[in-house]
């Protein structure tokens, strides 16, 4: 389940717990049958097209009354198409902000065109408008938005399942299997298409190459049209044994990669608005090491739970990672100190009564 569909299942999933009744619209694309719980509705339109991963779902035209629909946003087509639901029935609208869209070029003029015009229109109809981050929200598109409607923006971070991610996974059959005993493992988690180009992952490569740890391997989990490329540097820099690619992995099996890892490396040279793999890894107790960016940089505590760098510096990300290979005790510490910020800022739990009582209040304006 990819980012903003974990979060909606699982901000659903909670207020289910909490005794109410939600039901989740979304595409039938890919064409696949998920399983879902038992406790919320969910409803799979199947899409009369689609441009890229944006599916023109007629069917969200047609909602019901609800309480409280909550959009999570950029949704092209889907937006629109709860933004005019929202004129015609009187469903309340609260919004998720996901992401921003940035593209370069002839389709960046589009897109900032659609943002200015139908995305506007979207944002100022939601009653609230919840980001993960706030310090990617000032320091993005949305900035204006944010001093326009300062009470209505609030910060709602992405959480973590923080007993399916937890320092107790065990992953001694996983080591066996991969044959890393005694052996420090970097771990990079994430998309190696085109489209993330921003995670730098090519740096992250040059970066273990300049580390003095001899044994240690970085392990990279993902898949993409670059994984090819990728391959060819690693292989390139002579670490073709050093460096593991170890294709798509199963959310399921997740947590043992966690677990068998001593650290986990986030090199993005472009902001993003959370950054979901770091809290992953520090709820299995790991220390992290992300670039100093608006979003991401709001998870890690610089020195605390993890270190931040410069965005493209691969001296000093080399310099970080070696840092934390060569120690032990400092890793134990930082990984420590990340578990209790995840347990008391991103367990779903809390993060699901948060939004519970921001409904609420919403619902008590609206009735006002």
Known sequence: MAGTGNVCYHNSLELAKLGHSVTVFTSRYPDEDYKYDDSIKVVRGRPLFRIGNAPFLPKLMALERFDIVHLHYPYIFGG????????????????????????????????????????????????????????????????????????????????????KFNPNVDCTDLRRQRNLHGRNVV??????????????????????HKVNAPGAVLMIIGEGD??????????????????????????????????????????????????????????????????????????????INGFLVTPGDIDELAEKIQCLLENPDMRAQFGKKARQKVETRYSWKEIGRHLEEIYRGVLRDTDA
């Open 80 to 163: 629109e198409l709860i933004f005019l639901n929202s004129l015609l029935r009187g469903n309340t609208l609260v919004v998720t902000c996901q992401q921003d869209l940035v593209f370069d070029g002839f389709l960046g003029g589009l897109v900032n065109g659609y943002k200015s015009v139908l995305g506007k229109r979207v944002l100022f109809r939601a009653k609230k408008i919840f980001a993960p981050s706030m310090d990617y929200v000032v320091n993005s598109s949305f900035k204006r938005l944010a001093e326009l409607r300062k009470r209505d923006v609030i910060e709602l971070p992405n959480g973590v399942d923080i007993e």
């Open 187 to 208: 771990l990079f988690v994430g998309a190696l298409d085109r489209a993330h180009l921003f995670k730098r992952v090519d740096l992250l490569i040059q970066a273990f």
């Open 226 to 303: 670059m994984k090819h490329e990728y391959q060819q540097l690693a292989g390139s820099l002579g670490l073709s044994e050093q460096v593991i690619f170890t294709g798509t992995i199963t959310d399921w099996d997740l947590p043992q990669y966690y677990a068998l890892c001593d650290l986990l490396v986030l090199p993005s040279t472009r902001s993003e608005i959370f950054g979901l793999v770091l809290v992953e890894a520090m709820a299995c107790g790991k220390p992290v090491i992300a670039t100093n960016l608006p979003g991401v940089r709001t998870v890690v505590d610089d020195g």
